[in-house]
T-cell receptor
Framework: GQQLNQSPQSMFIQEGEDVSMNCTSS?????WLWYKQDPGEGPVLLIA?????ELTSNGRLTAQFGITRKDSFLNISASIPSDVGIYFC????????????FGTGTRLKVLA | KAGVTQTPRYLIKTRGQQVTLSCSPI?????VSWYQQTPGQGLQFLFE???????NKGNFPGRFSGRQFSNSRSEMNVSTLELGDSALYLC???????????????FGSGTRLTVV
């Protein structure tokens, strides 16, 4: 199936460090979403982006909608143990199917 | 406000059997989408329902089907189960079809299906 390229696949970081991850696509999207999934649970929406160049924050999280509309970035500042999980990007396809394409996920582990 | 409720949470089935999974969306949400999540393939779109009609369908075989009821609750069915159908099946709801991009989806906790 169709997926977005998300990197890195996994990260091990020390508590207090900043984290950066990104999603890239060959297609143009008109919306980007970032989700976090805890083990055994469904993804939870963190940030939604609707315009190219848009920069949006949610607490320690900041996400940006790339100018080319083909990429997006998520940054987490001063990581804490509860940031552990899998982070997914999702791009909304501006086509007849009107559905989201999900990234492959970035697995984050925080070392205390 | 209750979230998206999926039942059952866990299920073990034998190859060749069929299974039905249930999803109750958030009150007031009328669009329900289903995703399959596996370690190798990530989140793959199955189908989306709105007003009891299937609006979109992903690239899955005909063994995967779904329906939506007048109260917006949805079920998905997988017939003739295969080992490769083992996955976490996630349901997501949104207020309206064609407006998911405004609010994004709200996901349920999923049903973990194991086919043996």
């Amino acid at each position: 199936g169709q997926q977005l390229n998300q990197s890195p696949q996994s990260m091990f970081i020390q508590e207090g460090e900043d984290v950066s991850m990104n999603c890239t696509s060959s297609s143009i999207f008109n919306t980007w979403l970032w989700y976090k999934q805890d083990p055994g649970e469904g993804p939870v929406l963190l940030i939604a982006l609707y315009k190219a160049g848009e920069l949006t924050s949610n607490g320690r999280l900041t996400a940006q909608f790339g100018i080319t509309r083909k990429d997006s970035f998520l940054n987490i500042s001063a990581s804490i143990p509860s940031d552990v999980g899998i982070y997914f990007c999702a791009g909304h396809v501006a086509s007849g199917t009107y559905k989201y394409i999900f990234g492959t996920g970035t697995r984050l582990k925080v070392l205390a | 406000k209750a979230g998206v409720t999926q039942t059952p949470r866990y299920l073990i089935k034998t190859r060749g059997q069929q299974v039905t999974l249930s999803c109750s969306p958030i009150s007031g949400h009328r669009s329900v989408s289903w995703y399959q999540q596996t370690p190798g393939q990530g989140l793959q779109f199955l189908f989306e329902y709105f007003s009891e009609t299937q609006r979109n369908k992903g690239n899955f075989p005909g063994r995967f089907s779904g329906r939506q009821f007048s109260n917006s609750r949805s079920e998905m069915n997988v017939s003739t189960l295969e080992l490769g159908d083992s996955a976490l099946y996630l349901c997501a709801s949104s207020r309206n079809f064609l407006r998911e991009w405004v609010d994004g989806y709200t996901f349920g906790s999923g049903t973990r299906l194991t086919v043996v």
